[in-house]
């Protein structure tokens, strides 16, 4: 007679556990917690096979061959190959996919936005008899509640399955179908209850103060699918299983995993052989999960340095992070990728551990040795921040080479613009982490690769001086603008990224309509800054300093003057007050001018004559340069990837700059030659003044494309026509530019 196959394994018996146990700890290299084996043991199917020969006192250790050592930029680590029950292992909230859904320790303000603090890791440690702190390869975490700890890990899990759009295929059919065909990396972490348990009638505690689990680093979406597919939570497996999920009736809870288990396992292989064996369209569970009934696992055992253990373990996924798989999105991959080159700084002794732990995330800012009591919300973060910018842009020769070498850069002299923004884009999201709301990591994007291949050096004067000196100290004005203004304004959702289209933003207006909001890149915004009122932009930046400050309010307006004002600063606002065009708000008609009635008025540019009076100022879009529509590309695409997406006639003047007056709708005829000499000479300021704009918008775009092409993997851009077309005006529009100086200099009034 046939033997029924009965797929799912029994725990060991409690001898063949225990002498695995011993042999682990007896292993050189190892040093894992005895409590942390005895929480994985009853999962290891046949621990007998992973044991080596025993000695001539009859003592056993762990196989050679079962054992691996993992190198990274962090540490080394031990880990011991086995083969597990597909039901174990726990969904980790440190996952780095998943960490922009939790409320960062590096976040100051308190304001959770109702995302749920993320817990610190420390390592696991134990004091001798002697009084000595021993440091095991393990960590450690402290919870509230029970209630706390299995919301968390139910968080995790939420999380994750909202990422899983980004995955290409349906990760859960493909266990069903083919099992899993990689190990999963776990590691043991200990969380201690604060809250003591409740008591039953009996006087005896309802759950333990503590719990042990073997938390994924790597396979976190594996084990929270073969957990569906075994109908048992990553929370059950961490607390306690439900009778009724294994063989019983009732929500009493079954805390050992070696009872529980076995259950589980005898009920499942009941449920397979009622079933009638294996049938991929089956709806039963045991028939689902038998291809994952057993998986090959890897357990951290041991690592030399266990006190950068939290560090390491999540080192040896992240090259993931920085050659990501799809489903990343951007925000935890371009925090992972920080996180990394920090990690490979720790572990070169360029950076110390607290220091690392702190710009991680992964602990508060107060953390910081010298950090003054007084500092308030703004001054954290802007200190945190300024700290990420310079170990992303180092100075330091040793440095340099490190980050080049985790992200796979090209030498400094040859850093280009797409490797500049992945590091911008890093720097941005882990700032992000200091604030109630992330914002798109992009908004980051604000540095010229010839600027920054030498590294990003700032003065280290305090937030609070610069502020206070800003409005007659061209260096702290400077300072601020560059590397703070787009991150405040962000976190308050006053600017985004630029998106690449104008379909779908929209903002705020004063009277509560909606207002198309206006394509610019960060650049824009921040020349933008520079060129109208400093007064003004100053006291942009002190009252949002001021916000953070008091709760990350809203905050308010300010005047021209500098004076706050009531109405609640909004990104429409932002866009009339400091315009996009050219970067200046438009000057008022000067007394005593003598442009005709009805001319166009000195100082603005031809976009602005021809916008319509109802336009308000600074809210339409910039033209095109002439390059989109001679070059043969389509000219609704080239707008919708360019800064502008208003094309009006005079943009075939940046080419040809031929001298004629730009006609205004209703302008009256000059009344003079002078008058039209006049207005021709203002016009010509306005067009040579904008083509360093307009060249520049276009090396920005010309930037972005290179980004696009490297995310879709694409082959080319443009045709080879296109490509032709453009490479033959640029030399063009040259050779026009060189004969100007000359043909100035001979219509100017001679010097004195």
């Known amino acids: 007679m046939a033997q029924v196959e009965r797929p799912f394994p029994l725990p060991a018996s409690k001898e063949e556990q225990q002498e695995w146990i011993e042999a682990v700890l007896a292993t050189p290299g190892v040093n894992v917690p005895r409590n942390a084996l005895s929480n994985i043991a009853p999962f290891i199917v046949e621990p007998s096979s992973l044991l080596g020969m025993a000695d001539g006192a009859g003592h056993r250790r762990l196989a050679e061959r079962a054992l691996r050592r993992i190198v990274?930029?962090?540490?080394?680590?031990?880990?011991?190959?086995?083969?597990?029950?597909?039901?174990?292992?726990?969904?980790?909230?440190?996952?780095?996919?998943?960490?922009?859904?939790?409320?960062?320790?590096?976040?100051?303000?308190?304001?959770?936005?109702?995302?749920?603090?993320?817990g610190q890791v420390y390592s696991w440690t134990r004091v001798t008899s002697e009084g000595r702190e021993e440091v095991f390869a393990a960590l450690r975490s402290s919870v509230a509640s029970r209630a706390e700890l299995i919301a968390d890990v139910e968080l995790a899990v939420e999380a994750l399955s909202k990422r899983v759009g980004h995955r290409p295929y349906d990760l859960k059919q493909d266990l069903v179908l083919n099992g899993q065909q990689e190990p999963g990396l776990f590691v043991a972490q200990q969380f201690q209850l604060d809250e003591a348990p409740l008591e039953g009638e009996d006087g005896q505690p309802l759950h333990p103060d503590e719990h042990w689990g073997w938390m994924a680093v790597r396979g976190n979406n594996r084990t929270k699918e073969r957990q569906e597919i075994f109908e048992v939570t990553s929370a059950e497996v961490l607390t306690g299983v439900p009778l009724k999920k294994i063989g019983g009736e009732g929500e009493k809870l079954v805390f050992d995993a070696e009872e529980w288990l076995a259950r589980l396992s005898e009920t499942l292989n009941e449920e397979y052989i009622d079933a009638g064996g294996w049938e991929p369209d089956s709806p039963s569970r045991a028939v689902r999960a038998k291809n994952v009934a057993v998986v090959d696992a890897h357990l951290v055992v041991g690592s030399p340095t266990p006190r950068r253990l939290y560090r390491i373990v999540q080192m040896s996924n992240r090259r993931d992070h920085v050659h990501p798989p799809l489903e990343f999105t951007q925000n935890d991959r371009s925090r992972a990728l920080a996180r990394s080159v920090l990690g490979a700084y720790v572990a070169a002794g360029c950076l110390d551990e607290k220091t690392a732990e702190v710009l991680s995330g992964s602990a508060p800012i107060t953390d910081l040795p010298g950090v003054p009591g007084s500092a308030t919300v703004s001054e954290l973060r802007d200190l945190r921040s300024m700290m990420l910018l310079r170990e992303l842009f180092p100075t330091e020769r040793e440095k340099r080479f490190l980050i080049r070498r985790v992200l796979s850069e090209s030498p400094p002299s040859q850093l280009s613009a797409p490797e500049v923004n992945r590091r911008a884009r890093a720097w941005s999201a882990l700032t992000s982490e200091s604030y109630p709301k992330v914002w798109n990591p992009r908004i980051g994007e604000m540095f010229q690769a010839s600027d920054v291949r030498e590294g990003i050096a700032v003065s280290g004067r305090p937030l609070r001086e610069l502020l206070d000196e800003a409005e007659t100290d061209d260096a702290a004005f400077e300072e601020l603008v560059s590397y703070r203004a787009a991150h405040w304004l962000a976190a308050f959702g006053i600017i985004d990224a630029d998106r690449g289209s104008l379909t779908g933003q929209k903002a705020d207006e004063d009277d509560g309509t909606e207002a198309t909001r206006v394509r610019r890149t960060v650049r824009n915004t921040l020349n933008a800054l520079r060129n109208n009122s400093r007064r003004q932009a100053v006291a942009v930046l002190r009252e949002l300093a001021l916000a953070m400050d008091q709760g990350d309010r809203t905050p308010r307006r300010v005047s021209r003057s500098g004076e706050r004002l009531v109405e609640p600063m909004k990104g429409a606002w932002f866009n009339r007050e400091f315009p996009k065009e050219t970067g200046k708000r438009p000057s008022k008609h000067k007394t005593g001018s003598k442009v005709a009635a009805g001319s166009p008025k000195a100082g603005a540019t031809t976009h602005d004559r021809s916008r319509s009076a109802s336009d308000p100022v600074g809210d339409g879009p910039p033209t095109l340069p002439a390059i989109a529509s001679s070059s043969g590309i389509n000219a609704t695409e080239a707008r919708s990837d360019a800064e502008g997406v208003t094309h009006s006639s005079d943009a075939a003047g940046t080419r040809g700059m031929e001298l004629e007056p730009h006609p205004s709708a209703g302008a009256a005829a000059p009344r003079a030659a002078s008058s039209c000499l006049e207005q021709w000479a203002d016009e010509l300021m306005t067009r040579v003044s904008r083509l360093l704009d307009e060249s520049r918008q276009a090396k920005e775009l010309l930037d972005r494309m290179?980004?696009?092409?490297?995310?879709?993997?694409?082959?080319?851009?443009?045709?080879?026509?296109?490509?032709?077309?453009?490479?033959?005006?640029v030399p063009r529009a040259l050779r026009a530019l060189r004969e100007l100086p000359e043909l100035v200099e001979a219509l100017t009034q001679p010097a004195g």
Do not use: C, Y
Not at 79 to 90: E, K, N, Q
Not at 706 to 729: C, P
């Open 72 to 118: 990274t930029e962090a540490g080394d680590m031990t880990v011991l190959a086995v083969r597990m029950h597909g039901v174990g292992g726990v969904v980790w909230e440190h996952n780095e996919r998943i960490s922009s859904a939790w409320h960062s320790l590096a976040d100051p303000s308190k304001v959770t936005e109702n995302r749920r603090a993320m």
């Open 706 to 729: 290179t980004d696009r092409v490297r995310e879709e993997n694409v082959s080319f851009a443009f045709s080879r026509g296109q490509a032709d077309a453009i490479v033959r005006d």
